[in-house]
């Protein structure tokens, strides 16, 4: 079962890299919530609503790489826990920046054995 989280981690990941938005959300069930920075979203639609927004008020930004790191991945049952570090450098507005993150995800597995994100934490990696 670790190998197929870390391959829907893998999936999440590839998508958000590669902004295959429509497969990134993919990656998460209807009934996930998430927690980007100081924004709480407490469905998946509020959330893609939000991303949305935010892209169409940046249509000039772009990821230009992903680094990540798996720091923990913990099995619980039909859940799991997998912590991770993010690097990612982009091409904004203000020009190139580089931003680091930490980030919980929580997926669970679904009754047809996909396992999906029910829940996304992401912060900045404090100075």
């Given at each position: 079962m670790e190998s197929?989280?870390?391959?829907?981690y893998e999936q999440l990941?590839?998508?958000?890299r590669e902004g295959r938005v429509d497969d990134k959300f993919a990656c998460f069930a209807d009934?996930?919530?998430?927690?980007?920075g100081a924004r709480w979203f407490g469905s998946l639609d509020e959330y893609r609503a939000a991303w949305d927004r935010w892209a169409a008020e940046h249509d000039g930004?772009?990821?230009?790489?992903?680094?990540?790191?798996v720091m923990k991945l913990q099995?619980?049952?039909?859940a799991a826990v997998l912590v991770h570090s993010i690097q990612t450098r982009e091409r904004t507005d203000a020009g190139e920046?580089?931003?680091?993150?930490?980030?919980?995800i929580v997926f669970a597995k679904q009754p047809d054995g996909r396992w999906?994100?029910?829940?996304q934490h992401l912060s900045p990696v404090p100075d």
């Open positions: 197929q989280v870390r391959e829907a990941v590839a998508a958000f009934e996930a919530t998430v927690i980007d930004s772009a990821v230009l790489s992903v680094d990540t790191r099995m619980l049952g039909d920046e580089t931003v680091h993150e930490r980030e919980t999906l994100v029910v829940h």
